[in-house]
């Protein structure tokens, strides 16, 4: 095994812990509750404005204004 210099390992050392931390930092923030519920919400809202389902919810919404028409109606 060769020998390495001191203030090489040290160099090595300090680049990994610097490397460490910037993992650690990326791993929080992707984890962090606040931010994962933004991206949850971005991607249905994403999801929501595609017109097919847009064209879905209308219908449902459509279909549950007859229904409720229907059931005042009948009593």
Same mark, same amino acid.
């Given at each position: 095994?060769?020998?390495?210099?001191? &203030?090489? #390992?040290?160099? &090595?050392? &300090?680049?990994? $812990?610097?490397?460490?931390?910037?993992?650690? &930092?990326?791993?929080?923030d992707?984890?962090?509750? $606040?931010?994962?519920?933004?991206?949850?919400?971005? $991607?249905?809202?994403?999801?929501?404005?595609?017109?097919?389902? #847009?064209?879905?919810?209308? =219908?449902? =919404? =459509?279909?549950?204004?007859?229904?409720?028409? $229907?059931?005042?109606?009948?009593?």
């Amino acid at each position: 095994m060769a020998e390495r210099d001191p &203030d090489t #390992i040290k160099k &090595d050392i &300090d680049k990994a $812990r610097e490397q460490l931390a910037s993992t650690v &930092d990326i791993l929080a923030d992707r984890a962090n509750p $606040r931010h994962l519920a933004d991206r949850a919400k971005a $991607r249905a809202v994403e999801i929501v404005k595609q017109p097919a389902v #847009i064209a879905s919810l209308a =219908g449902v =919404g =459509g279909l549950l204004v007859v229904l409720a028409i $229907r059931r005042v109606r009948n009593r």
